[in-house]
């Protein structure tokens, strides 16, 4: 038997995700994402009359057309976390597939919602696996895969490791190693090591970052840099605004608790902070939820932004657009979209990075440009990223010595730098360190 993996999305730009994994009889597929920088640019008004047709043709979901028959024989869709470039293609695509989807609780919860807010309904069987946990799928042949928890920058994100006859493939996009995350467990190091031994195949790896000479910093560090920026700098004649990643919960959770310090109360504003956070409190997982007003509807929001600048000095709000995407909160408020009024010294703080596409970049500066016109005090990067550096990927090398290396999650200037750390380690770059674009196969043989 020969395994063959097909790059579907993910290998040619940072987002569109979609490995297949061909058993011969059986298939896995290990997520189905977006690619946002066209989405950003489809008027908000528009969004929910698009079909997967148009979703292609303007290359924002995989595509899967050079796939053929083999869709006919995948058993499960294997969604690794709930970000949108990794889960937001299902509703759109996952009808096409005779399989089931599976992920943790909160991935979900997620793609249940996705699938609401935009009036869609798929038939394809819904699997929940919890962290650390494993199932069989059903085809001609039962496949062990597990769900091994591991941080990121949002909940109950898995390694998936799909175990063959030939060894393991691991699935690792995205991580980071977090020794000390502010919610949930910390990495299954043990199961790790334990599949080592076993034999590991193939190490499909997130390299966004890995020509960072870093280990990425925990969580803990940037509840101490927004700690550093809400209780050591005065503002208390202000209204503060912070923005950030609406699937960033433990991100939340840092900021919940520094404005209950300030005394201050909490209103959260957007549809994806909406999506996200119920999506945390339906599996328990948003302990602040007693401490919010958590809005999205428009008079909800008016109404209570009205209340809450007549002693604006006791508010803090939490709201979307943190990259300065047109139609979020955030714009609204620059725009004079929404009823709030800023004055000089109300404090915004971005609790993020930059999303590097030239869209994002663009929307950010010119967002910034009419903050700073209003006289407000700005704060950018109270963040540390949720992706694995270079040293991070060092040790899941050495962790794991899998047989060969398929650099994932970005264009060939991302996934480069983590082939030549490999080549440094010994790997072969062609033999068993595989740089490879969408659309392309890839045999593992031993």
Known sequence: MSIKLYTVGGYSEVGKNMTLFDFGDDALVCDQGLYLPPIVEIEDSQRQGYAEKDLKRIKAIPDDDFLGDIKSRVRAILVSHAHLDHVGAIPYMGHNYNAEIVGTPYTIEILKALTQDNNMKFSNKIRTVSPNSSFLTQGRKNYEVEFLNITHSTLQASLIVIHTEKGAIVYANDFKFDNTPILGKKPNYERLKEIAKEGVLALVVDSLY????????????????????????????????????????????????????????????????????????????????PDIQLLSYRNQMERAIRKALKNREKYLFVVTGHQGEPGSILDRFVKG????????????????????????????????????????RIFTDVHVSGHCGREDLRDIIEMLQPQHLIPAHGNLKKRAPLAELAVEMGYKLGYNVHLLQNGQKLVLDK
């Open 210 to 289: 890995s020509d960072t000479e870093r280990k990425t910093p925990s969580e803990k560090i940037a509840r101490g840099l927004l700690e550093d920026v809400l209780l050591t700098t005065n503002n208390s004649n202000a209204c503060i605004i912070t923005t950030t990643f609406s699937s960033h919960i433990a991100r939340l959770k840092s900021i919940v608790d520094c404005a209950k310090q300030l005394d201050r109360k909490i209103i959260f504003l957007g549809r994806s902070l909406n999506r996200y956070v119920s999506a945390a409190d339906a599996v328990n997982l948003a302990p602040f939820m």
């Open 337 to 376: 979209a929404l009823p709030f009024k800023f004055e000089p010294q109300d404090h915004v703080i971005f609790s993020s990075s930059i999303i590097p596409s030239p869209i994002n970049i663009e929307n950010r500066k010119q967002l910034e440009k009419k903050l700073k016109e209003k006289g407000v």
